[in-house]
């Protein structure tokens, strides 16, 4: 027959294991948040306007607005065309910039923005199209 401190004895051990395990992740999981920090967002005005001066201020500019788009200034670019906006925050697959950027559309006859750059402005969208 069990006596009432020998159950109690038991539970204290099961109890000191999880403790410790539970001690250990923790442990572990600081020790991840520290080497891996998170990464930085991406700017507007340190990452996306410099790709949008070399591929699109051309046609998309105070000097040229074809279609009404302007997107030499922030505001100009979230407030899109004539038809509309063409960027969706938090969206890069519903964002119309986005879309013709990738399928080829645009820049029209000039050079393809590259896949690289292409990431770094649906980044921005998808972290939801910030004035940075």
Known sequence: MLLRSDVLSGLAVFAAIGLAVQSDLN?????VAVD?????AVSF?????PILEQYCWECHSEESAELGLKLDTYEAVMAGSDYGTV?????ADGSLMIDMIANGDMPDGGDPVPPEQLEVLKTWVNEGAENN
């Open 36 to 40: 891996h920090p998170a990464p930085e």
């Open 45 to 49: 005005a340190t990452d996306v306007m």
């Open 27 to 31: 442990r572990e999981v600081a020790h």
């Open 87 to 91: 960027i969706e925050p938090g969206d």
